[in-house]
């Protein structure tokens, strides 16, 4: 899935981009650990997402373009008080689509971060049409405003 999401969307040659990858996750997981999560079969993975908690002034600084997406995740430390969520990216495998598994994972993912924090805002970077539906349908079903970073 990491290599699908770098195929996506072209992190290696986007360094203002988060880059997951094994060695990225561990950190994302200190932030809280439902930024991260997945859907597996016995043939392996078919869904991931990664949400990333962050304080407003941060969510502020992104929508603005004052800061990049790497900058955010540089500027959002374990162990803060996060009020916001950035939506960042939702992948399933074609032959998984149109189950709901990708709404289902984050919907779970902001139940599990709103646990410990006090989350008032969700917010994303439109890459595609699907993930703009995504955010939206997420952001109705959870009762959250969702913020849009200007393309």
């Not at 969307?9 to 094994?22: C, G, H, L, R, Y």
């Not at 779970?108 to 890459?127: E, G, K, V």
């Amino acid at each position: 899935m990491i290599r699908l999401a770098d195929e996506v969307f072209d992190t290696k040659n986007d360094p203002a981009q988060i880059a997951v990858s094994e060695s990225t996750i561990p950190r994302l997981q200190a932030i809280h650990p439902a930024t991260v999560s997945g859907e597996e079969t016995p043939d392996g993975p078919v869904a991931w997402i990664l949400l990333i908690p962050t304080t407003l002034e941060v969510m502020e600084q992104f929508l603005k373009k004052e800061i990049t997406e790497q900058q955010l995740l540089d500027r959002t430390l374990p162990g803060q008080t996060y009020q916001a969520i950035y939506l960042c990216s939702a992948l399933v495998l074609p032959e998984a689509r149109r189950r709901g598994l990708a709404r289902r994972l984050v919907v779970d993912a902001i139940a599990a971060i709103r646990r410990d924090h006090p989350i008032t805002d969700l917010y994303f970077w439109p890459f595609s049409k699907g993930g703009d539906a995504l955010a939206t349908v997420v952001a109705n079903e959870v009762g959250l405003p969702l913020h849009r970073r200007a393309a």
